[in-house]
């Protein structure tokens, strides 16, 4: 099999088709999506400087070109990128919002990794929020961070991981509004997706980290935020705890909800080479589904309850925890600290 | 046509790329501009179309001085083609990229459509209006690329190492083709047997200065000169 | 001709009447069919069969092949998976039990009706969608979408990954290639490091890839710079729709429309 073939394969695993969302949940996000990229083509357009043009055509096809860059893992998959997060962390949040758009349109144009109707929800899942949340939550953390060379690592794994893991609940969401049993989606979504988000962050880190200490002064100019000043501008603490909580506690709800699975298929290509997954890994499933809902409701809604119930708990703890950090790390720069890295 | 008056360049990490050079190209006359990488032969063609500015000294394009006034007619007057031409064609189809010129210049569909069909003639690549680059070869793309200048009409061609990296066939169909078009000509370029063939009047660039200036047969048939300026006998 | 362009593009070359017909009528029909394949209710056999009739009879005359069409569509199957289980979850009158050691898994007929459905609707969605750029160029697609009203920085932004996704797919390649001629294993020795030691070296090229691709882009400003690009995109207009092409797009548009009340209320 060629290596084109087998990321797009891995890629499918969050490309929804035409056929499983329901119209209506289908047009809802066709709505979001194009206030998002209209807003997203104003900001640009209010900053315009002609050279973004050429530059974010370029970087969807990088993107794109990226995400067959792949590496093996375990038992026959792959990690590889989705590239959000990175893209919003090199080129800023409008432009990397942008940029991932048109790389999860073309995928659906070119080669039907996901469907036309389901474009607009897969856009919103792997696009938009992926690159809005390495934005919001990559920007707090790496002034959280203060700049220090771990900071940057943590900061770019974290919002990776967090940004797979954003899209897949998402895209569970979605599918569960459309009628799909939650039970099964959110635990085998997530679940998978635990393990694709590490490959994520990992590679994420490693692309930041390389560019930051190879061309300092473009981590600077694309991504302004990345500049010395910028990191070293006190932290607003409302927006940072609100947008980092908001983000973290997404994903971490995800990841509560992800355990409760006990079938642990290792990514949704596997299932499909292998059918006699489902009659293994339904019955636990089934065993465990009264443990998740919330008693005397049914259905969906029960499940999303008590997502939203452990994600409050989460918020609370990634609140206090950025209440202790905050007092700490700040003053260093990210150029001292690319300073330093070009030595290794 | 084309006048450089003690053209001198600085790059912002405070090299020098070009030192007091002085230059003159009458219509119609073709140029070979050759020396050792880094003499400043790139940064010599990004000057005549004012994409570099000088810091010092004068650029006039067919008896205008560039400035920000006459950019726009600077363009259109000196057709400027890069070695690579995937970075020359931008755009995901031939016609689309030829037409690109015209359509900036504000020229009308029916004229932009006129030159974009006249200028892939002239290169003889009529018929591939709706290809897409990536299915055509170096060669091709190398035609391509001149094209979408020569559908500006411009008066002067100023091409970068357009013979690099062909094969025999298609080197030899570039150079037919630069003998044939009436433009003047400023092409920089390591194929000492293309200057031979092309280029009546050869430029030596060595070290951001002009070392020689004069009949190309003056300076092929001078060994001593050649090796001087590190260039191969043709 | 390198790897990738044959691998990337889904475009067959065919003289046929559906190869012919304007981009932005395909691109409307195709969504008018996905949009039906949506709104049809579970269980809806003869709709979906006229449907089926109507793509393939579509693809028959394109020449693309049937075949050909019919078998890409598998590539959304494993999504499919998801939806087994509507089988055994939704309430219904009971066609199966399975007992799985300790639990019972039971089929109800609703569920398997439901499941069916998606699966069906979902392959000729795919289909629709397969017959559009086995038979369209991605430059009409483009076209297409300029003369719907996408905005022109989106357009212009597409064309541009598209051009590139061929040069910068071949420039990840052969770093891919380079990886592989030096990965070698000693005997007795196993290869290939960690896998976050992995990640890091894929992590790297993406970075290199990622500088390569800014340089590039600065280049192809430089390029258009110098044919008079100073910040507006200038394109050329798109022709009006033929009479004859509007009245494809009405009769389609009803045709699907048509299909979709009938399941309803017959």
């Known amino acids: 099999m060629n290596l084109i073939d087998l990321a797009h394969r891995m890629a499918l695993a969050m490309h929804i088709p035409d056929g499983f969302l329901s119209v209506p949940v289908a047009l809802a996000w066709w709505v979001l999506t194009i206030i998002m990229i209209g807003i997203a083509v104003r900001q640009i357009g209010d900053s315009l400087n002609e050279r973004q043009i050429p530059l974010m055509g370029v970087m969807a096809a990088f993107i794109f070109a990226a995400q067959m860059l792949n590496f093996p893992v375990l038992g026959g998959t792959s990690g590889h990128l989705l590239g959000g997060a990175l893209a919003a962390l090199l080129l800023g949040p409008w432009a990397g919002i942008l940029v991932m758009s048109c790389v999860v349109a073309l995928q659906a144009l070119l080669f039907q990794d996901g469907g036309l109707l389901a474009l607009g929800a897969n856009i919103f899942n792997m696009g938009i929020s992926t690159a809005a949340l390495g934005y919001f939550v990559g920007m707090p953390l790496l002034r959280l961070f203060g700049g220090k060379r771990w900071g940057l690592v943590a900061a770019g794994f974290v919002t990776a991981w967090l940004s797979v893991m954003v899209a897949a609940s998402l895209t569970s969401i979605e599918l569960v509004i459309s009628g799909l049993s939650a039970a099964v989606v959110f635990p085998a979504m997530l679940f998978v997706h635990m393990f694709i988000g590490i490959g994520e962050g990992l590679i994420t880190v490693a692309a930041l980290a390389f560019v930051v200490s190879t061309r300092p002064d473009l981590a600077v100019t694309l991504a302004g935020y990345l500049s010395p000043e910028a990191l070293r501008r006190p932290v607003d603490r409302g927006s940072m705890i609100g947008v980092t909580g908001v983000g973290l506690l997404l994903a971490a709800g995800a990841a509560l909800l992800s355990p409760l699975a006990s079938a642990s298929p290792d990514g949704l290509e596997r299932v499909a080479e292998d059918k006699g997954f489902l009659d293994r890994a339904l019955g636990p499933v089934f065993n465990l589904l009264p443990d998740y809902t919330i008693p005397g409701m049914d259905g969906p809604i029960s499940t999303i309850l008590a997502g939203i119930i452990g994600l409050l708990i989460v918020f609370a703890l990634v609140y206090g925890v950025s209440l202790l950090l905050r007092g700490r790390g700040e003053g260093r720069t990210m150029g001292q600290q690319s300073g330093s890295r070009s030595g290794d | 046509m084309l006048e450089l008056t003690d053209l001198c360049y600085t790059y912002p990490d405070g090299t020098e790329a070009l030192r007091h050079i002085d230059l003159r190209i009458a219509e119609g006359e073709k140029v070979a501009l050759v020396g050792p990488n880094g003499a400043g032969k790139s940064t010599l063609l990004l000057h005549l179309n004012g994409v570099l500015r000088c810091r010092s000294g004068a650029i006039t394009v067919a008896g205008h001085p560039i400035a920000d006034e006459t950019i726009r007619q600077v363009r259109a007057q000196v057709g400027m083609v890069f070695q690579d031409p995937d970075d020359q064609l931008f755009s995901p189809t031939v016609f689309d990229d030829v037409a690109f010129g015209p359509l900036h210049m504000g020229l009308d569909e029916q004229d932009v459509r006129g030159r974009v069909l006249r200028a892939l003639d002239q290169v003889g690549m009529s018929g591939f209006e709706r290809r897409m680059p990536h299915h055509m070869s170096l060669g091709q793309r190398k035609r391509v690329a001149i094209a979408t200048v020569l559908s500006m009409s411009p008066g002067v061609l100023a091409l970068d190492e357009p013979s690099a990296g062909l094969d025999p066939r298609a080197r030899r169909g570039l150079i037919d083709l630069l003998r044939s078009l009436p433009q003047a000509m400023v092409v920089s370029t390591h194929d000492m047997r293309m200057v031979a063939e092309v280029f009546p009047r050869t430029v030596v660039l060595a070290q951001g200065q002009v070392a020689f200036d004069g009949p190309s047969e003056a300076i092929l048939g001078d060994g001593e000169l050649l090796e001087r300026y590190g260039l191969e006998r043709p | ?266």
């Open chain 3, 1 to 266: 001709m390198t790897l990738s362009t044959s691998t990337l593009d889904r475009y067959i070359d065919g003289q046929s009447p559906i190869h012919g017909l304007d981009a932005r009528v395909k691109l409307l029909l195709a969504l008018a069919y996905i949009l039906a394949m949506a709104l049809l209710p579970p269980g809806a056999w003869t709709g979906i069969a006229v449907s089926a009739a109507l793509l393939w009879w579509v693809v028959l005359r394109s020449e693309v092949g049937l075949r050909t069409i019919i078998t890409r569509a598998f590539v959304a199957l494993p999504f499919a998976l998801v939806a087994v289980t509507l089988v055994f979850t939704r309430p219904g009158a009971p066609i199966l039990r399975i007992p799985l050691g300790p639990w019972v898994l039971t089929a109800t007929d609703v569920g398997l009706t439901a499941f069916v459905s998606i699966v069906l609707k979902s392959w000729l969605s795919v289909q629709a969608a397969l017959l559009l750029t086995a038979t369209t160029h991605f430059t009409d697609v483009l076209y297409a979408l300029r003369a719907l009203h996408l905005p022109n920085v989106l357009v212009a932004i597409l064309s541009f990954a598209y051009r590139y996704l061929f040069v910068m797919i071949d420039e990840g390649q052969r770093m891919l290639r380079a990886r592989e001629c030096r990965s070698a294993e000693l005997p007795g020795r196993r290869g290939g490091g960690s896998i976050r030691w992995r990640a890091g070296v894929v992590g790297q090229m993406v970075g290199t890839l990622f500088l390569r691709s800014y340089e590039r882009s600065e280049r192809i400003y430089v390029a258009m710079l110098s044919r008079g690009f100073s910040g507006e995109l200038r394109t050329i207009s798109p022709r009006a729709l033929s009479s004859v092409e509007q009245g494809l797009l009405l009769v389609g548009g009803a045709t699907m429309a048509g299909i979709v009340l009938v399941s309803y209320f017959v």
